[in-house]
């Protein structure tokens, strides 16, 4: 059985064809509005309503009964066997020519007339056709480097690499500003599903499986055009390696305003001023600096790179994120969850660095910015690197999506010739293809794999007295403007070693409606029964982990709809509860979630893949 039963079905005909100009059969039975079908016929210029797209003429038929439109493909489906369709008939997500079909930024600039940053982030074009990516044959492979241990020369080599770059006319592909405005372009509504049949949805690479690929490929041809600008066909990314005591501070070379008098090329002035200077990130940054001494900091850190990775990444879409195929709306979307490391780590260091003085949170605070500040790199070749050690685990569960929808997902990038190439997702799961790694410490065991939270003294627990009511007693939605407690039942209870491999327990948060020009988070404690006078933090065996989301739309009251995934099995093992009937949930607000809703809070067994 698939992990991804826990979330709306998405499904595919196999005798459709999948090319990235494939025609999109989709129904979304999260809509009650009528849905689109495209297929290969002659425009119909009669309404233009009607999609037609570029590359291939198609005729798209609006607001078709979905029930009228399954009659009439072919007694495939029938009125009376509805209940037993597939929920969609989807299409992987493909971009544009990026060059002939893009438009200004807009989603995720709350404040677009006091945005610090252009929002024009279409890339450049140099009248070039699309080409099929080819792996690389280099002799040697780049090996990626910790950016607090790195050589004088390695360092030297970054730094005049970056100001290569810089110095690059900006309406050159590989500019400074035009490398970060790829990020801006496809996470701020750049681009569009024009090229799978929808040219009025924007794409939107996060919150989903397509977290993870789309950001490998970015840092591909980062690399690889920083390698040329200096004639170094070895050269290779530094990391920051947040994941271990010494790389928790922000590197030191990212630091001072000047080298040697001259402007240092991996400065940037939207920045906290606050967390720069021999500071430790946090990372389950909630937008306040917590009051708890360094130690305490680092082995929080570490207890969240174990959640991230371990804990609460035990499935494929509890790690990569929920389905995205083309046809869903990012912002009407029904509820695909964020993967575990996007939505902790990951998002905790963009607000952490990003200026929240400014308007919009820039730099790294806002997806539209982020790309123009040096340590956004970094900070997501660590990201990457994570999933790398969450293969490298080789735990149950632990194994990359294996559906053609994401398999064929692809984007389109400027390679380090200037070219245009086409990479899919399926190209991005071998790193020895790619060529190139990750310098590790082999001789010592991560520190964060040593950091599952303690288990819990049961002298310091209690029985609860206090009435929660269960969540069959509760009418949901529920507003998030203050802590909500409640009681939910559980699938099955002291399950034995050999069940607990077969399945994952996972606390599913369903229907998460917030305002996503803000930025917002809550945090996720389980059975938490401290006697008075010990209080729960994010360290504590009880804390499931958090769901936080940095801005996605420009509008105000402009509500996106996602959910969230927390793996139970350890946790209830921790907390001395797993043979409870019944789990309390407790949901602690802590930024932007005075409009947040909450849809459903349940709980189920999720079957994991052999590795």
């Known amino acids: 059985m698939s992990s991804s039963s826990l979330l709306p079905l998405t499904s595919s005909f196999t005798s459709l064809p999948s090319t990235n100009t494939h025609r999109a059969i989709k129904t979304r039975t999260n809509q009650t509005q009528g849905f689109r079908v495209s297929c290969n016929h002659a425009p119909d210029n009669q309404n233009d309503k009607k999609l037609i797209l570029p590359e291939a003429h198609k005729l798209v038929l609006p607001n078709v009964d979905r029930r009228n439109l399954l009659v009439g493909l072919g007694g495939l489906y029938t009125a009376t066997n509805l209940t ?30 006091q945005a610090v940053r252009t929002l024009k982030c279409c890339p450049p074009s140099l009248g ?11 002799k040697k492979v780049r090996m990626r480097w910790p950016a607090q241990a790195g050589t004088k020369e390695q360092v030297d080599k970054y730094r005049a690499a970056i100001q290569a770059m810089r110095d690059l006319p900006e309406d050159h592909p590989h500019s400074f500003v035009n490398q970060a405005k790829i990020h801006c372009a496809y996470c701020n509504g750049g681009y569009t599903q024009v090229d799978s049949g929808f040219p ?8 989903s499986w397509l977290f993870f690929p789309f950001h490998r490929w970015y840092l591909y041809f980062y690399e690889r055009i920083l390698g040329k600008l200096i004639k170094d066909p070895d050269f290779a990314l530094p990391f920051w390696k947040w994941d271990e005591p010494a790389g928790m501070p922000i590197p030191e070379m990212f630091v001072p305003e000047t080298i040697d008098g001259k402007p240092n090329s991996l400065y940037d002035v939207y920045r906290n001023a606050d967390h720069i200077k021999d500071r430790i990130v946090d990372l389950d940054y909630d937008g306040k600096d917590k009051d708890i001494p ?18 609460n990444g035990g499935d494929t879409l ?32 963009h607000r952490w660095v990003g200026d929240s003085k400014q308007p919009n949170g820039e730099d790294m605070g806002n997806f539209y910015s982020a790309g123009y500040d040096p340590a956004f790199y970094i900070h997501h070749t660590n990201v990457d690197r994570m999933w790398k050690l969450w293969k490298d685990l080789r735990l149950p569960g632990h194994v990359d999506p294996t559906e053609k929808d994401w398999l064929d997902a692809s984007y389109v990038f400027y390679d380090e010739n200037e070219d245009l190439v086409r990479v899919y997702n399926r190209d991005s799961v ?18 964060w794999r040593k950091s599952r939270p303690a288990k819990r003294n049961k002298n310091l627990q209690t029985a609860t007295t206090t009435e929660v009511k269960k969540v069959d007693q509760i009418k949901f939605p529920v507003k998030l403007d203050k802590i909500l407690k409640v009681s939910v039942k559980r699938p099955a209870v002291n399950r034995s070693d ?24 809550f945090d996720v ?47 209830l093992e921790d907390t001395n509860t797993d043979g409870d009937e019944y789990a309390t949930v407790t949901l602690v607000p802590r930024t932007g979630c005075e409009d947040l809703t909450v849809g459903k809070i349940e709980i189920a067994l999720v079957p994991v893949a052999a590795v």
Do not use: W
């Open 84 to 113: 037993s369709m597939p929920s969609a008939l989807a299409a992987p997500i493909t971009a544009p020519d990026i060059t002939s079909i893009c438009k200004d930024a807009s989603a995720g600039i709350r404040n677009k007339d």
């Open 128 to 138: 070039k056709p699309i080409k099929d990516f080819v792996f690389p044959t280099d």
């Open 200 to 207: 009025d949805i924007d794409i939107q690479i996060h919150n």
């Open 294 to 311: 360094d130690k305490q900091q680092v082995l929080c850190n570490l207890s969240t790179v174990y959640r991230d990775l371990v804990r």
């Open 318 to 349: 509890s790690f990569f994120g929920g389905v995205y195929v083309a046809g869903d709306d990012p912002v009407g979307n029904g509820d695909p969850s964020v993967g575990s490391v996007e939505a902790g780590s990951h998002t905790a260091v």
């Open 430 to 447: 071998s790193l020895d293809k790619l060529k190139y790694n990750y310098i590790e410490n082999s001789k010592e065991v991560f520190p």
């Open 498 to 521: 050999e069940e607990k491999a077969k399945a994952n327990e996972v606390l599913v948060i369903k229907g998460i409606r917030y305002d996503s020009g803000k930025f917002v988070k």
């Open 525 to 571: 404690f389980v059975n938490d029964k401290l006697k008075d006078g010990v209080f729960t933090t994010p360290c504590d065996p009880e804390y499931a982990g958090g769901f936080a989301q940095i801005p996605h739309s420009g509008m105000k009251n402009m509500f996106m709809g996602s959910s969230a995934r927390f793996g139970l099995t350890e946790l």
